[in-house]
């Protein structure tokens, strides 16, 4: 996908979920299994994982995640269908990314930029977020996957919220490091989306 320039906008969530949707039984169909044995490798309901192939609903990030790990992907290649580097090609000794120019995916709530894709084997996931959410109320669960969570604050104002009860307010450039496998949430502060920079491991 070519980068967009300031001009272009961005594309609606109807078009990142049918992507989405092209990526997942494209990797599936590439492992030869049915969307009962993707059910059931990842844990994610066979209807939810049809709606995902249609393009017909938006997911967490925390299915998002489980998706992939079933697949062996990492997130963002799930969400790109550029996908990795070639298998057999030279590994990269960097992958450049280009904050406008790399997939999208919006879940209601965030939406999602993956960068650096074309790194194989990657062993952390960063992704550039806008956390459109306000309210703790606009989520049916708190979000948890594996691993760890880093985020700094590019733009704005977040609240995370955890499921134990604690909640920190980061600013501005300030960062926050947590156990992802700890159930959480980010709403935004004050009337603009705040943008955020997040790096996941497991």
Do not use: C
Not at 22 to 32: E, N, Q, T, V, W
């Amino acid at each position: 996908m070519p980068a967009r320039s300031a001009r272009t906008p961005a594309p609606a969530p109807e078009a990142d979920r049918v992507q989405l949707g092209l990526s997942l039984r494209g990797h599936r169909k590439a492992r030869r299994l049915t969307l009962k044995d993707l059910s059931g490798r990842s844990g994610v309901a066979l209807s939810t994982l049809s709606k995902m192939e249609l393009g017909q609903i938006s997911v967490s990030y925390e299915k998002l995640a489980a998706v992939a790990r079933a697949l062996a992907l990492d997130v963002g290649q799930l969400i790109d269908a550029r996908g990795a580097a070639p298998p057999g090609g030279a590994a990269p000794v960097v992958a450049w990314s280009e904050a406008d120019g790399e997939a999208t995916y919006s879940s209601g709530h965030y939406d999602y930029r993956a960068l650096a894709n074309g790194f194989p084997g990657k062993r952390m996931t960063p992704v550039l977020g806008r956390v459109m959410a306000r309210q703790r109320e606009q989520f049916p669960d708190f979000i948890r996957h594996p691993g760890q969570e880093f985020v700094t604050v590019l733009s704005g104002r977040v609240r995370i919220e955890f499921e134990t009860g604690e909640i920190v307010e980061v600013g501005r450039h300030e960062s926050a490091y947590f156990n992802s496998g700890v159930g959480h949430i980010y709403t935004s502060l004050g009337r603009a989306d705040a943008r955020i920079l997040v790096v996941m491991s497991e």
